[in-house]
Antibody, heavy 119, light 109 residues
């Protein structure tokens, strides 16, 4: 059974940083693309960043330059380093596995982790 | 940039058919995926590549895509189908490689 477990969320002040991590199990992690998708309170889904099995990185324009995605295929984890956070980054962040490459849909999602940016 | 449009809400009685649409310029040339998100839960993929169903998704869920409109059809609607539904496309020309529609709230009367 595929499992994705996010960690690292919480309350952070504007301008601060946070690192999210997603621990994956139940599949051959190193062969699948992974993404982070967020959902602001009461709003819709927004794709944030993705990383291919081989490590190629993709970002939404809204986070380019202040979010960094990475993966460790030896630990089956995918991380999202978030810098210079603002209130607009407040959201539930979901880790998602793609069916194959980052260009394929996401067939498994974690339960999400809340990030709150507030003073 | 590419934009996906749709109704914010759809209401249907149990046992009836719900049709949730996703509009976009020449969306028929793209592969459309649909997600169901129940309140407080993570999204679940219910239809991919316009009309395919992942394993475990009931046959009551089907999809089509042509011209400027993609449609998710839910037959014999049940109370448990009440959720937000999001369409999704890959668009390398936009600032978000993966675009989601704004979501449609399905209410089962």
């Amino acid at each position: 059974e595929v499992q994705l477990l996010e960690s690292g969320g919480g309350l952070v002040q504007p301008g601060g940083s946070l690192r999210l991590s997603c621990a994956a199990s139940g599949f051959t992690f190193s062969t699948y693309g992974m993404s982070w998708v967020r959902q602001a309170p009461g709003k819709g889904l927004e794709w944030v960043s993705g990383i291919s099995a081989g490590g190629r990185k993709f970002y939404a324009d809204s986070v380019k330059g202040h979010f960094t995605i990475s993966r460790d295929n030896s630990k089956n984890t995918v991380d999202l380093q978030m810098l210079s956070l603002s209130a607009d980054d407040t959201a539930i962040y979901f880790c998602a596995k793609h069916m194959t490459t980052v260009g394929s849909p996401s067939d498994n999602w974690g339960q999400g982790i809340l990030v709150t940016v507030s003073s | 940039s590419y934009v996906l449009t749709g109704a914010p809400s759809v209401s249907v009685a149990p046992g009836q058919t719900a049709r949730i649409t996703c509009g976009g310029e020449n969306i028929g040339s793209k592969s459309v995926h649909w997600y169901q998100q129940k309140s407080g839960q993570a999204p679940v993929l219910v239809v991919y590549d316009d009309s395919d169903r992942p394993s475990g998704i009931p046959e009551r869920f089907s999809g089509s895509n042509s011209g400027n409109t993609a449609t998710l059809t839910i037959s014999r609607v049940e109370a448990g189908d009440e959720a937000d539904y999001y369409c999704q496309v890959w668009d390398s020309s936009s600032g978000h490689l993966w675009l989601f529609g704004g979501g449609t709230k399905l209410t089962v009367l």
